[in-house]
């Protein structure tokens, strides 16, 4: 079984078979309580499980907003250590792209998510993978002006248990997956001041 956490928009964690069949799945659809919302999520997914069972952690890379992704990414990776499994990143916009498909949107398409500032992220999708899973164009893209007009759009809430089958599937395929880097594509909104320095 592989645990599932993304945070890159709401928070949304899962449990899934290696096939990708769900066992469990729990989320909040509150954009700023991730730091909150976390912690009861994993309790409720993994309650009961075995989880000498869960064979790696499959966390969403982003893109997303800085504090959330680094919630889930931190968490994702506390898990891994206490499990004494691997981290499986993936980047979140593929499991919208996933479940656009399934819903019988073709390719090309984009998946579009807001990053605030009146800003979008969007991420490209043109082919399939070795796991028969969307495989995205180019990396994603952040501004006002980015989402490509003709193709179609998916967009919504990012799936952990999505997630998770992706994982799982590219794993059994060989796919590699992507870095363990968070895709923030821009600086935080709030950062450290400068300290003034002091004359003698």
Do not use: W
């Amino acid at each position: 079984m592989l645990l599932a956490v993304d945070t890159s928009g709401a928070t949304s964690v899962a449990v899934v078979e290696e096939d990708g069949s769900v066992v469990r799945a729990a989320s909040s659809d509150d954009p700023r309580g991730h730091a909150e919302s976390i912690g009861p999520l994993l309790a409720e997914v993994l309650h009961g499980l075995d989880r000498a069972a869960i064979t790696g952690v499959a966390v969403g890379v982003g893109p997303g907003p800085y504090t959330g992704l680094r919630v889930g990414m931190a968490a994702a990776r506390a898990a891994a250590l206490a499990l004494g499994v691997p981290e499986l990143p993936v980047l979140s916009h593929d499991a919208l792209a996933l479940a656009a498909l399934e819903a019988g949107t073709g390719l090309p398409l984009v998946v579009v998510a807001v990053a605030k500032r009146r800003e979008r992220f969007a991420t490209v999708y043109r082919e399939l993978d070795g796991a028969a899973l969307p495989r995205r164009a180019g990396e994603p893209a952040v501004g006002a002006d980015v989402v490509p007009e003709a193709l179609p759009r998916a967009e919504g809430a990012v799936d952990a248990a999505l997630l998770g089958r992706i994982a799982a599937l590219r794993r059994t395929a060989d796919v590699p997956l992507e870095p363990a880097e968070a895709r923030y594509l821009r600086s935080p909104d709030v950062t450290l001041s400068t300290p003034k320095r002091v004359g003698s």
